[in-house]
């Protein structure tokens, strides 16, 4: 069975990785296009991706036409990123690890995709990047997207949030969706270097109401909103 499995992985991961190069350096390409281009361009690049690594994902409810909002997600897996960016309407970018910027191609493309580097290690420059990401919200509209448990789960289990995304979504008045997805820690957690192939159902929730922020504070939205992705990630896909 071990020997198997090591040979789809390894299967996968080769598929994957021409797949990434090749859709990757067309996304790269597309930046020199307007922004409509590649953000239509998007959720293809990350489904096939996807296909690529064997897996499938089902998206119930309808994502919002209106907004802007900061898109919140339980994070399980290193396909996270592709899965949520798959199902999104809209111009929008996300909070991510700095570290990233060290990947190649992966890095060009979140530069075109002007992606927010947060340096977890230095407070400063982390509450600079908070702070430009409340700017392209607010003049600019874009969804910003925030994995809250900032790591991901090595047991499946939702991580403590932290607070940054809460204090961002008061901060700019702006609504939280939140988006619970099941199945992407079974596909490759952080302490294993298999894949199993599976289908991944994603659920979206419900917005949080902006009239509310007042009286949640920062402590009880970041309460309701956890309360609501562990919910969605309850449910079984069907």
Known sequence: MFIL??????????TALFTFIIFGTIFIILGLFP???MFAYIPFFCRILLLSLGVIIRVHGEFPKNGPYILMFNH????????YAAMIKGKFTAVIAAEN???PIFSSILR???AIPIHRKNRKKAMESIKYAESVIKNEGYHMAI???GTRTLNGKLKQFKKGGFHMAINTNTPILPIGAVLPFKYKPKNRWYVHPCIIDMYIGEETDVNEYDQLGVSGLLEKVENQIENL????GS
């Open 147 to 149: 994995l809250p448990e």
């Open 112 to 114: 075109k995709f002007r």
């Open 35 to 37: 922004n409509a281009v």
């Open 76 to 83: 399980g897996s290193f396909i996270d990123p592709f899965v």
């Open 101 to 103: 910027y060290k990947i």
């Open 233 to 236: 990630i309850s449910k079984k």
């Open 5 to 14: 499995r090591s040979l789809v992985s390894i299967f996968f991961y080769t």
